[in-house]
């Protein structure tokens, strides 16, 4: 067993979570629900969109989960000039051999940093788009894998529009989750000068996690028991978001496929084998909310996506019985 997993038992979710939270949370300060949502996806192997204004560390929380990993990683920062070449790779002739050679490109990583990911043009999101979904990049009519686990994490700034791409519905549902980071208050803003007064606490994180650890972690949650009572929930709750007159375009069968597994992680990380309605509901706006194109009268009246969906949840019934692994309510 690797020594960073601390006498861990293989695929223990719950001490997986923990240990990464404790490792991002000596340089994040207040972030506890995001950190948790970033172990929900990587026990999900998800993808994760992070949607907030510059200056809320975005970067630095996917650069401290990097650390704490120990997985390889890398960085794309996302231009308008920037090709499908330069995130995939491309073609070398090697003079030598006579021969082109592929030369693996940034997206070659556990987990790649998509920085300002709506700076790239639609052609380079593109190669985002394949990436994600087919866990490989096709260059020359070859598909090359990926490494695994694979994990997409993007920021976009959604405020500032000028010289951006919006990213189209298709690359949207690709992303298991979407979450703000939020200003901290006045006492933890306080913490983080204080932390960040002489040295970058970044520098003292430690891979606390082996990777085989992940692999079995993610195993794992594939085998926790969902039953049919709150299979029933995830459909309705999809379901509804179609139905609703307050949205044009509602969550897609992916969204069901990603609320279920993003359910298993979360019971996983509780230490659980059996997902509750609890954890479907608490993850229903950061799976759900991203998908969502608002009609026009929500939007006029200032609605949001995430307004729109908490009204769904709120009216979808909830199950009371048979959600654990013998039947019994939970």
Not at 216 to 234: E, F, I, L, N
């Amino acid at each position: 067993m690797d020594a960073r997993s601390g006498g861990r038992s293989p695929g223990s979710a719950a001490a997986l979570g923990a240990a990464i939270a404790e490792q991002v949370g000596r340089v994040i300060v207040g972030k506890d629900a995001q950190t948790r949502l970033l172990s929900v996806a990587l026990l999900a192997d998800g993808h994760v969109l992070l949607d907030d204004v510059p200056g809320v560390a975005k970067t630095l929380l996917v650069r401290t989960l990097a650390a704490a990993l120990g997985l390889s990683f890398s960085r794309i920062q996302c231009t308008p000039d920037l090709l499908p070449g330069d995130v995939t790779g491309s073609l070398v002739f090697d003079q030598r051999a006579a021969e082109f050679d592929f030369r693996p490109g940034p997206v070659f990583a556990n987990i790649v940093l998509a920085d300002e990911i709506n700076r790239a043009t639609p052609r380079t999101q593109s190669a985002f788009l394949e990436a994600m979904q087919e866990r490989g990049v096709t260059v020359d009519g070859v598909t090359h894998a990926l490494p695994d686990p694979f994990l997409v994490l993007a920021t976009q700034n959604p405020v500032e529009q000028k010289g951006t791409f919006p990213l189209p519905e298709a690359q949207v549902d690709r992303f298991l989750v979407s979450l703000r980071m939020g200003y901290p208050d006045s006492g933890e803003e306080v913490l983080m000068l204080e932390r960040f007064r002489e040295a970058d606490p970044l520098e003292e994180v430690r891979a606390a996690v082996a990777p085989e650890e992940v692999a079995a972690a993610q195993a794992a949650v594939r085998k926790v028991h969902v039953s049919g009572d709150v299979a029933g929930y995830v459909v309705a709750l999809v379901r509804a978001t179609r139905e609703s007159p307050l949205v044009r375009l509602g969550a897609s069968p992916r969204a069901s496929l990603a609320l279920q597994r993003a359910a298993q992680a979360s019971a996983a990380l509780d230490g659980r084998q059996f997902v509750v309605p609890d954890d479907v509901q608490t993850l229903a706006e950061p799976v759900l909310a991203h998908r969502l194109v608002l009609a026009r009268d929500a939007l006029l009246d200032g609605g949001t996506a995430g307004s729109v969906l908490r009204e769904v949840v709120r009216h979808v019934p909830v199950p009371v019985e048979s959600v654990g692994p013998d039947g019994a309510g939970g």
